[in-house]
């Protein structure tokens, strides 16, 4: 079974700062993606990136941007000129390619302040 | 990207009703829906995986009894709480999996999350 873990239950950062949560997993498997989803205070579900186990390139979507090391089996985004609206709780997820249904298994979450 | 709508958005019934949650794909078809149920400042833990024309696999420790799954069409799947008491109150979420191509390139396989439905039974 996978596991996701984010070890950071909370963070905060200041408006127009750069901030990284941190997120790393543990699979046998080769083939897989990962997420990482936001949900601010309307606990409207968001993906904010995607990324693809076999691409060695790091996703990048904007101001969001992710360091994906497979060896390390570690998936940490990054928030440049974080804004206000990036408030909310951030959830890493994996899902693997193939698998029954794909199924998302999600990390217990990073709660991202961003003060003024 | 897609759109996933689910109503209602916030239900109160009393202890012993059933209530119903629709969960629709708008402009995509989802052979693949996931009901997911979600506590105060918690993660998501996902109940049951919903196909198209099938039953629905729960996962281990959700009462397929009291949640009742139904996905009829490609576009929508429903959660029954089947004589609710006050301890099924929670947030509950679907997701629809969009397999989708773009470009020609790999299948997505993103899940698109409606915007959640906050049950409370008195």
């Known amino acids: 079974a996978q596991t996701v873990t984010q070890s950071q239950p909370e963070m905060s950062v200041q408006e127009a700062e750069t901030v990284t949560l941190s997120c790393t997993y543990d699979t046998s498997e080769n083939n897989y993606y990962l997420f990482w989803y936001k949900q601010p205070p309307s606990r409207q579900m968001i993906l904010v990136i995607r990324?693809?186990?076999?691409?060695?390139q790091n996703a990048t979507e904007n101001r969001f941007s992710v360091n994906f090391q497979k060896a390390a089996k570690s998936f940490s985004l990054k928030i440049s000129d974080s804004q206000l609206g990036d408030t909310a709780m951030y959830f890493c997820a994996f899902m693997k390619h193939g698998g029954s249904n794909y199924k998302l298994t999600f990390g217990k979450g990073t709660l991202l302040t961003v003060n003024p | 990207g897609a759109v996933v709508s689910q109503h209602p958005s916030r239900v109160i019934c009393k202890s012993g009703t059933s209530v119903k949650i629709e969960c629709r794909s708008l402009d995509f078809q989802a052979t693949t829906m996931f009901w997911y149920r979600q506590f105060p400042k918690k993660s998501l833990m996902l109940m049951a995986t919903?196909?198209?024309?099938?039953?629905?696999?729960?996962e281990q420790g959700v009462e397929k009894d009291k949640f009742l799954i139904n996905h009829a069409s490609l576009t929508l799947s429903t959660l029954t709480v089947t004589s609710a008491h006050p301890e099924d109150s929670s947030f509950y979420i679907c997701?629809?999996?969009?397999?989708?191509?773009?470009?020609?390139?790999?299948?997505?396989?993103?899940?698109?999350f409606g915007a959640g439905t906050r049950l409370s039974v008195l």
């Open positions: 997701s629809a999996r969009d397999r989708r191509t773009r470009s020609g390139s790999w299948i997505e396989n993103i899940q698109y």
């Open positions: 990324q693809e186990a076999y691409k060695q």
């Open positions: 919903s196909n198209e024309g099938s039953k629905a696999t729960y």
